[in-house]
């Protein structure tokens, strides 16, 4: 199984804050990445697709970035609504596994 | 937009089943299929395994082969997942979750509509 290491577990963020999550796959995914938001007691929902596709509607404060098998979501200006869990998921191949979560606080 | 509603809260005893079902406002089309993914407490997201209605095939995460069974009955629009053996370890959220599916055994795109989630508790 392809497995996704998703760093870091927690953050502590003020509004405004550019916040980066990393998510590292354990071999070549190509771009097959998706990120996800999820708030409490809602299901998650899509925001990035094939590592850097951001889903129509999501606000372009989000991104997606790839380096080899590093993945990246950036926000680049937080703000009080992106206060959730954020999960990866790769859809190379079977099982798509999602990373572990990084749930982001405010400070 | 289509959207997934899913059945309500399940308490259950240990030992016993659940069915869960997802109907899908927009239908069981040959370009859909249907995700189940699971989130225990405070946990994070487990995939369980997906239905390929258009070929009434269903593939399953390693953890549940032999004690779930998903299925469709694209009539209704409508996809089952069933759980047998329950134990306390299977209390969780529960939610189906569709993906474009452009054949050939590709699975490769991602989930982008999710039901609400159904809460099953299993307790004596």
Known sequence: ?107 | QDQLEQSGAELKKPGSSVRISCKASGGLPNSQLINWVRQAPGQGLEWMGRIIPVHRSSDYAQAFRGRATISADRSTGTSYMELTGLTSADTAVYYCARASYPGWGSFSLPFDTWGQGTLLLVSS
């Open chain 1, 1 to 107: 199984d392809i497995q996704l290491t998703q760093s870091p577990p927690f953050l502590s963020a003020a509004v405004g804050d550019r916040v980066t999550i990393t998510c590292r796959a354990s071999h070549d995914i190509n771009d097959f990445l998706a990120w996800y938001q999820q708030k409490p007691g809602r299901a998650p929902n899509l925001l990035v697709s094939g590592a850097v596709g951001l889903r129509s509607g999501v606000p372009s404060r989000f991104s997606g970035g790839r380096s080899g098998t590093e993945f990246t979501l950036t926000i680049s200006s937080l703000q009080p609504e992106d206060f959730a869990t954020y999960f990866c998921q790769q859809l190379k191949s079977d099982p798509p596994l999602f990373g572990g979560g990084t749930r982001v606080e405010v400070k």
